[in-house]
C-alpha cells in the first residue's frame, strides 16, 4: 500500500490558493484513478480515498488539521495502515521554486515548510519521500499573505500543467520508487518539457 498525502488547508476560503497545491494534485489523483477522496475520516483528521492504483492499493489523504497541523492526520494513517515508510509520499508548496516546478526528494529537511516540519516531527523522521510544487518565490515578510492568494490567470495556466506534471510524478513514484523517480522528475521544467 502507498499512501499519498497532499497538504493544505481545508474549507472553502483556501480552496484555490497557492498553499493548497498538495490538496489540488490529490483532487487529481482521485480524478485519474477514479477514487472518491470525499470521506471524511475522524480518526485521521482527514479526507480519505483508497483504491487501486499502478498495481497495488493506494491512499489518498487530505488533512483537514489546516497545514501547521498535518503531521497528525498523516502520522495516524500511517501507524493504523502500518505503512513502510518508503510507501509514504507528502505532496506540497514551495516558495523557493519557480511556479510549477517540480522537486522530488526521500529524505531531508522541511526547508521552512511549517506543514512538511510537522509531518517530519510525527513520524519521527526526515526519511519521507517529499514532491514539492514551486508556488514563486516572494519575500519571506509577505509570506503569509502570498501563500493565501490565488494564482494570477498566467500563473494558474501553468499550475494546470504543473498539477498534471506532479500527479505523472505521483504515478512514476507508486511505479519505481523515489530513487529512480528522482533521476525524471527533477529534471523536468514545469510544463514536463526538459529543463
Same mark, same amino acid.
Request: aromatic fraction near 6%.
Given at each position: 500500500?502507498?499512501?499519498?498525502?497532499?497538504?493544505?488547508?481545508?474549507?472553502?476560503?483556501?480552496?484555490?490558493?497557492?498553499?493548497?497545491?498538495?490538496?489540488?494534485?490529490?483532487?487529481?489523483?482521485?480524478?485519474?484513478?477514479?477514487? #472518491?477522496?470525499?470521506?471524511?475520516?475522524?480518526?485521521?483528521?482527514? @479526507?480519505? %480515498?483508497? &483504491?487501486?492504483?499502478? =498495481?497495488?492499493? /493506494? !491512499?489518498?489523504?487530505?488533512?483537514?488539521?489546516?497545514?501547521?497541523?498535518?503531521?497528525?492526520?498523516?502520522?495516524?494513517?500511517?501507524?493504523?495502515?502500518?505503512?513502510?515508510?518508503?510507501?509514504?509520499?507528502?505532496?506540497? #508548496?514551495?516558495?523557493?521554486?519557480?511556479?510549477?516546478?517540480?522537486? @522530488?526528494? %526521500?529524505? &531531508?529537511?522541511?526547508? =521552512?515548510?511549517? /506543514? !512538511?516540519?510537522?509531518?517530519?516531527?510525527?513520524?519521527?523522521?526526515?526519511?519521507?519521500?517529499?514532491?514539492?510544487?514551486?508556488?514563486?518565490?516572494?519575500?519571506?515578510?509577505?509570506?503569509?499573505?502570498?501563500?493565501?492568494?490565488?494564482?494570477?490567470?498566467?500563473?494558474?495556466?501553468?499550475?494546470?500543467?504543473?498539477?498534471?506534471?506532479?500527479?505523472?510524478?505521483?504515478?512514476?513514484?507508486?511505479?519505481?520508487?523515489?530513487?529512480?523517480?528522482?533521476?525524471?522528475?527533477?529534471?523536468?521544467?514545469?510544463?514536463?518539457?526538459?529543463?
Amino acid at each position: 500500500m502507498k499512501l499519498i498525502a497532499g497538504l493544505g488547508n481545508p474549507g472553502p476560503r483556501y480552496a484555490g490558493s497557492r498553499h493548497n497545491i498538495g490538496y489540488q494534485v490529490v483532487d487529481e489523483l482521485a480524478r485519474r484513478w477514479s477514487v #472518491d477522496v470525499s470521506r471524511h475520516e475522524r480518526r485521521f483528521d482527514a @479526507l480519505l %480515498g483508497d &483504491g487501486p492504483i499502478a =498495481g497495488t492499493r /493506494g !491512499l489518498l489523504l487530505k488533512p483537514t488539521t489546516f497545514m501547521n497541523l498535518s503531521g497528525r492526520s498523516v502520522a495516524a494513517a500511517w501507524r493504523y495502515y502500518k505503512i513502510g515508510l518508503p510507501d509514504v509520499l507528502v505532496v506540497h #508548496d514551495d516558495l523557493d521554486l519557480p511556479v510549477g516546478k517540480l522537486r @522530488l526528494r %526521500g529524505a &531531508g529537511s522541511a526547508g =521552512g515548510h511549517k /506543514g !512538511l516540519s510537522d509531518v517530519i516531527r510525527h513520524l519521527g523522521t526526515d526519511e519521507v519521500s517529499r514532491l514539492r510544487i514551486g508556488i514563486g518565490k516572494v519575500d519571506r515578510s509577505a509570506t503569509v499573505e502570498y501563500v493565501l492568494s490565488a494564482f494570477t490567470p498566467e500563473e494558474r495556466e501553468i499550475m494546470a500543467q504543473g498539477i498534471q506534471a506532479a500527479a505523472d510524478a505521483v504515478e512514476l513514484w507508486m511505479r519505481v520508487g523515489v530513487e529512480n523517480a528522482m533521476n525524471e522528475v527533477n529534471r523536468r521544467g514545469p510544463s514536463g518539457s526538459e529543463g
